[in-house]
């Protein structure tokens, strides 16, 4: 680094212990003599911009006397407050005070990198912005830079999130994918994109440390025994290790994988296992495609991020394991024992019959799916008919559920049948023919096992005049206004009216990050299906209005105190689904 050395003045012009301002090329600097030593620091408070230089000294510690925060005059640490302070080198020569102005690029990226990873570990979503922008400042990230000056702090908090992640990836990574794609293609502002992101990926893992990793097989024997696993071309030994709950093993089969030959390799790695079961809810396929995407987009954060879901998956509940999923079980085993050869080129199909059996019921639904498949119908066709049975299940959602204090069943639990499907539409892709299939059954028998969630009398009517401002409508909580704009658009419109109701799903529609991360993710859900579906009709946007536009309860106070009562008293759940 080339040093740039300026003159700021004589030294007897500084009184010992007291801060002065002191000006040189265009720039501001507190300077506080301590014997023949000057310590020289940026003069604007890095909270929020106040002179230094109007603070006070004591014991080698500058004040701040806005808001209280106190700089180590010898490093420019933050002892009390938030952000370091940036330190000058200085000199005296021949009485006379000089500062080295030049900017040691590794330093200051580490100084920011630390301050963005602190500010993120006590959930202070403002100061890691103010970090993330300074980061920026310094013209680290790639180029081009699809987040502007953001991108590197974006990928900081994708790794950060991964690596404290207490039981690996989680809602607020899931959302970050999401806005990450929202800000680049400008249907939200990057910087707001980043609060967001910040606090729903800081706020479940507050003030923890780095995950604990499990433990790397050590040792000659056991490095050969991985190289050897990744000579022979096997990356289904993690969804191996995962069946049989070895948790530490297949954290470390997927670091190896990942680093050998990039985050694609988690594809075949995962999807033996992912297509066994539906994993908490659908989060397994839906966290891990979420993954996917925030790997590709940070290359340099796909280890931790690729570990993060393996691990999620290794704490993950397989619902369809469970008594009430029988007849999905049978399904995936006639699924298994079939000899499916490729379909042919097209196969005539009744999807509207075939949405009505999935939404029939789990059994009509499994039956529909293993005969279609029997057909030769193809997978990835049956994935969208099921999606856009899923949408059309979460517009039917009955709200009634949400305020019974004997049930603990939300419109959230019918969105996950809409982001897993999607989830599964995206990962087909990648799948062979019997995981496909797999997909295609798992996400039916899902929406099928709702069936109790869809109300039994007509839900709002939508007025008849139509259009309108749709996002005035959300805005506004007018559940009829906006479904009588979104009627009133043709398919271009409602493509295009996912990008405006984007903000409100963002920023406005819940305050819980649990919540807004369910109004994010099924907002880009039901965007990409809308887009991909040759066959859409309006019911995918119907759904996203039916679950954002409504004022939810975010906390259900009454609801859990009579679940805890009920339970104590007669020790039974209370009712769901299924």
């Known amino acids: 680094m080339k ?18 301002l002191r000006k040189g090329e265009g720039r501001r600097f507190v300077c506080v003599r301590d014997g023949a030593e000057v310590h020289a620091l940026d003069d604007r408070c890095p909270h929020q911009g ?21 700089f180590e005059l010898g490093s420019g640490a933050c002892s009390f407050g938030g952000e370091a302070v940036r330190r000058y080198p200085s000199r005296v020569e021949e009485g006379r005070v000089h500062l080295d102005i030049a900017i040691d690029l590794a330093a200051e990226t580490r100084r920011h990198v630390a301050g963005l990873r602190a500010a993120l570990a006590d959930d202070d979503s403002a100061r890691a912005l103010r970090e993330g922008l300074r980061l920026g400042e310094l013209g680290i990230g790639p180029v081009p830079a699809k987040l502007g000056t953001l991108d590197a702090a974006f990928e ?40 967001v992101g910040s606090h729903a990926v800081a706020e479940p893992s507050i003030r923890l440390g780095r995950r604990s990793l499990s433990k790397q097989p050590s040792g000659p024997r056991a490095m050969l025994v991985r190289i050897a696993d990744l000579e022979a071309g096997d990356p289904a030994h993690v969804s191996e290790c995962l069946a049989v709950e070895r948790r530490e093993d297949a954290e470390a089969r997927i670091r190896s994988l990942v680093g050998e030959r990039g985050p694609e390799s988690a594809l ?39 570990a993060a879901s393996t691990v999620q998956l290794a ?4 619902d369809t394991k469970l008594p009430p999923f029988t007849a999905t079980r049978a399904g995936l085993s006639r699924l298994a024992a079939g000899d499916h050869p490729a379909p042919p080129a097209h196969v005539s199909w009744d999807r509207a019959a075939f949405e009505m059996e999935v939404l029939a019921g789990e059994s009509s639904a499994v039956d529909a799916v293993v005969a279609r498949i029997e057909e030769g119908c193809e997978s990835r066709e049956l994935l969208r008919a099921v999606a856009h049975a899923a949408a059309t299940r979460l517009a039917r959602f009955d709200p009634a559920w949400e305020q019974r204090l004997d049930a603990s069943v939300g419109a959230l639990d019918v969105t996950h049948a809409v982001t897993f499907a999607e989830a599964a539409v995206t990962l087909s892709a990648h799948a062979t023919r019997a995981q496909a299939a797999a997909f295609a059954l798992l996400a039916a028998a899902f929406v099928g096992k709702l069936r109790k969630a869809d109300a039994t009398t007509p839900l709002v009517a939508a007025s008849s005049d139509g259009g309108g401002d749709l996002r005035a409508a959300a805005a506004a909580r007018d559940l009829p206004r906006a479904l009588a704009c979104a009627q009133a658009l ?23 990050p649990i919540l807004y991360a369910h109004t994010v993710k099924n907002t880009e859900a039901l965007w990409r299906l809308e887009r991909e579906d040759p066959e859409a009709d309006g019911v995918y946007l119907e759904a996203l209005l039916r679950f954002i536009v409504p004022l939810r309860k975010e906390t259900q106070t009454r609801r859990t105190a009579a679940a805890a009562k009920k339970f104590l008293v007669d020790g039974r759940p209370p009712e769901g689904l299924y």
């Open 50 to 70: 106040y002179p230094l230089s109007q603070g006070t000294v004591r014991d080698g510690v500058l004040t701040c006397e806005w808001h209280n925060w106190k």
């Open 156 to 195: 900081v908090l994708a790794r950060d999130g991964a690596e404290r992640a207490e039981y690996g990836f989680d809602h607020g990574l899931a959302v970050l994918a999401d806005l990450c794609a929202w800000a680049e293609r400008g249907w939200i502002p990057v910087e707001e994109a980043f609060v």
């Open 315 to 318: 704490w993950a509940t397989a």
């Open 3 to 20: 040093s740039h050395w300026i003159d700021i003045g004589p030294l007897d012009e500084l009184t010992p212990g007291k801060p002065a």
């Open 490 to 512: 043709d398919a271009r419109g409602r493509i295009e009216a996912y990008a405006r109701l984007a903000p409100f799903a963002a920023f406005d529609a819940a305050v819980r």
């Open 268 to 306: 075949p790695a995962l999807l033996p296992f992912l297509t066994k079961h539906i994993y908490d809810y659908g989060h397994g396929a839906i966290f891990f495609s979420k993954a996917l995407e925030l790997s590709r987009r940070f290359h340099p954060a796909a280890i931790e991020l690729l």
